[in-house]
Structure formats: structure tokens, C-alpha cells
């Protein structure tokens, strides 16, 4: 199993970016999907998630920093999680890491699986 990031660059403050992640591999469920993000010196935090079931296709939650301005989704056909970032300001400048809870039939139970990361980076 795999996933791969995508959307990442670089961004004026205000400006809004869409990421993308796929999963790929002998996927038989993914429970939760979601992103990570890690500043210089910091330590990654979790930045938004989304559950495979609730309301319009999944229940979100967010930290406190990106509410109103970061939505997350997901495509269940596509083993897809998508970030879309608006009123992007600096302080959100990380590597943003997506993440699935996948039970592939390989391995018979759930486990993390991460993205490789890609660089967001907002200037001023």
C-alpha cells in the first residue's frame, strides 16, 4: 500500500492551495483519512481528518488554527483525501503529511500508512 501526495508549492499569504493524496496497493477498506503537517522545529501535528462515514461522506474535525479555512474531503472511489487551503497565511508553512487507517488484504488488520510529504509554503 501507498500514498501519494500532491499540490504542493509555493503561495502568496491569502492565497489558497488544493492537495491531494491517493492511496494505491491491495486496499481492502480505509477507516480514517487526513493530514499531518511538520514546521522547521516543530513537532507534526495533525491538521485535519475525516472519517469514512457520516454526513456528505464523512465526519471532519480540525485543529483550532486552520477551522474556516481548511476543508477536507474524500473520494472513497479513488482512495482520495483532498485538503483545500484558503487564507493561507505563513504560520502555515510545513510539509503537510497525508495519512490513511487502511485494512489492505496483505495484512489482514488496520495500520497507519503515510504519504511521502509535500512542501507548502506561504510567503508574506
Known amino acids: 500500500v501507498q500514498l501519494q501526495a500532491s499540490g504542493g508549492g509555493l503561495v502568496q499569504a491569502g492565497g489558497s492551495l488544493v492537495l491531494s493524496c491517493a492511496a494505491s496497493?491491495?486496499?481492502?477498506?480505509?477507516?480514517?483519512m487526513g493530514w499531518y503537517r511538520q514546521a522547521p522545529g516543530e513537532q507534526r501535528e495533525l491538521v485535519a481528518r475525516?472519517?469514512?462515514?457520516?454526513?456528505?461522506?464523512?465526519?471532519?474535525s480540525y485543529t483550532d488554527s486552520v477551522k474556516g479555512r481548511f476543508t477536507t474531503s474524500r473520494d472513497n472511489a479513488k482512495n482520495s483525501v483532498y485538503l483545500q487551503m484558503n487564507s493561507l497565511k505563513p504560520e502555515d508553512t510545513a510539509v503537510y503529511y497525508c495519512?490513511?487507517?487502511?485494512?489492505?488484504?496483505?495484512?489482514?488488520?488496520?495500520?497507519?500508512?503515510w504519504g511521502q510529504g509535500t512542501l507548502v509554503t506561504v510567503s508574506s
Open positions: 495519512y490513511g487507517e487502511i485494512f489492505s488484504y496483505g495484512l489482514g488488520y488496520v495500520r497507519d500508512y
Open positions: 496497493g491491495n486496499i481492502h477498506s480505509i477507516n480514517v
Open positions: 475525516i472519517t469514512s462515514v457520516g454526513t456528505g461522506g464523512g465526519t471532519t
